[in-house]
């Protein structure tokens, strides 16, 4: 007699406590901190836009300037006439980075499931690390400064800083099975928001040196944290003789271990019958085409769907710390720092949401209540008072039920959709499904970036908020 599917659920979540080694727990702290060293170097961009924009603009222009002599000399490496100027270009800049940042995980989906994932994500990092140096310290020492030079270096880091996410979402799904993927995701998936904080961190402590140290700070952690992942990263629990995902100790693959949460769960309850696979760790699957991949239930649709909520999570990354000192007069340090609220909001809210759609067995309901949700507490930030107790409160809420399903969305359901039925055994249509998923939600974000500051420019701030709401 078949069991109920909740009662057949039980001995997976039981594997996950007793395969769950060191090896796990390493994992697990490389590919957080992997990331999370990605995501500080691109919030110090967004952090020090103000000092960016005041050092690119004539000194007799701004007041944050020093005034220094001769004139000519000085305003003649200057590039634009106005900070006006200077602030478009800088939405430019975010622009230039996401469009290559999409393009590239397109592409490093396919190859990281394609070579070994530790060479793809390490490289990345510490070739990034490089171009970040050289684009926000070296430029700034030899006072080098050049428009084109400045956005051939963002499309050549948006490229290579496209590698990680594809990477470190694939080598998770090849460790952490489905049992608890929600919770587990969710908290792992904070990655980017930690990254975030440690950005806005760093940057604040040295940002009063010049903003080139905070580039030299951030940019050195990255490069070491690359080097330490190309030594200590495995990309698979074969690589250290443990059973494949899924696979108990006779070598068999428990029926429920790569079943996806969108489909139906008591579609086959009554069905004595599920497929038993054996691990063969000789014959490495091939890797899922790429159109193959788009064709996978639910793909599209949540690539859609990420796409608006990355543009609004993006906005806040990019453009919440000069809104605060552009809007209520702040100091760049202290918006800096009030800007880590929106991020411990998406934290909590990744992994709460994440608990809940385990123990629901249901993903998408979880988040279309989070996203109804988001849409008042958007209303409600865009009319925040200055005050910056208020302020931070509402910005958590905020991050709470936007970042929490774009967390959820990028991680846990990625995963879901490159091990569903389809592709089981193929743990090489990780990387790909993760790639495509990101990048048409980075092709929504750098869309929204040329939006939210035409819109800003011509409208006002108020109307940033309702495009958001409508996202």
């Not at 996950?16 to 995501?39: G, Q, R, W």
């Not at 006072?143 to 270096?153: N, P, S």
């Not at 991050?399 to 995963?415: Q, R, T, V």
Request: charge should be negative.
């Amino acid at each position: 007699m078949a069991l109920p599917g909740s009662l057949r659920r039980q001995p997976a979540n039981r594997g996950l406590v007793s395969h769950c080694t060191h090896h796990h727990i390493v994992v697990f702290l490389l590919t957080f901190f992997s990331y999370s060293l990605l995501h500080a170097s691109r919030k110090t961009f967004s952090n020090v836009k103000v000092s960016i924009s005041s050092q690119w603009t004539p000194s007799c222009l701004n007041s944050t300037a020093p005034e220094l002599r001769p004139y000519e000399l000085w305003n003649s490496s200057h590039l634009f006439p106005n900070a006006e100027e200077a602030t478009l270009f800088l939405g430019t800049l975010d622009t230039i980075f996401l469009f290559s940042y999409a393009v590239g995980l397109f592409v490093s989906g396919i190859v990281g499931d394609r070579l070994n994932l530790r060479w793809v994500l390490s490289f990345g990092m510490c070739s990034s690390a490089l171009v970040v140096f050289f684009f926000g310290t070296l430029t700034e020492w030899l006072h080098f400064y050049d428009k084109w030079f400045y956005c051939c270096l963002w499309v050549v880091n948006g490229l290579l800083q496209s590698t990680g996410w594809p990477c470190v979402v694939a080598v998770m799904g090849n460790w952490f099975g489905k049992a608890g993927r929600g919770f587990v995701f969710g908290l792992w998936s904070a990655c980017a928001s930690v990254g975030n904080i440690l950005g806005a961190f760093l940057a604040s402590c040295v940002l009063k040196y010049g903003y080139e140290y905070a580039f030299l700070v951030t940019a050195s952690v990255q490069f070491a944290g690359g080097v330490i992942v190309f030594f200590g990263l495995l990309t698979s629990p074969r690589e250290v003789g443990l059973p494949e995902l899924g696979a108990d100790e006779d070598g068999s693959v428990e029926e429920d271990a790569n079943r996806p949460l969108m489909g139906d769960d008591d579609a086959d309850d009554d069905d004595r019958n599920y497929s038993i696979q054996a691990t063969d760790t000789d014959n490495q699957p091939r890797a899922i085409g790429f159109f193959q991949a788009c064709c996978l239930p639910g793909v599209v649709l949540y690539s859609l769907a990420y796409a608006c909520l990355k543009l609004v999570n993006y906005s806040f990354f990019f453009w919440l710390p000069f809104y605060l000192s552009n809007n209520f007069g702040w100091k760049e340090a202290e918006a800096d720092q009030l800007s880590i609220w929106y991020d411990v909001g998406g934290i909590i809210g990744g992994t709460i949401q994440g608990l809940i759609s385990d123990v629901l067995q249901k993903r998408a309901p979880v988040l279309a209540i989070s996203l109804l949700f988001a849409v008042g507490s958007l209303f409600g930030y865009s009319r925040s008072p200055n005050s910056k107790p208020i302020n931070a409160v509402i910005m958590a809420i905020t991050g709470f039920f936007i970042g929490g399903p774009s967390n959820m969305i990028s991680s846990a359901i990625s995963a879901d959709l490159g091990r569903q039925d389809l592709v089981k055994g193929s743990s090489e249509a990780l990387a790909t499904v993760t790639g495509i998923v990101d990048g048409t939600g980075s092709i929504g974000a750098a869309v929204g970036q040329y939006l939210v500051s035409l819109i800003q420019e011509n409208l006002g701030w108020m109307w940033v908020f309702y495009f958001f709401i409508l996202m």
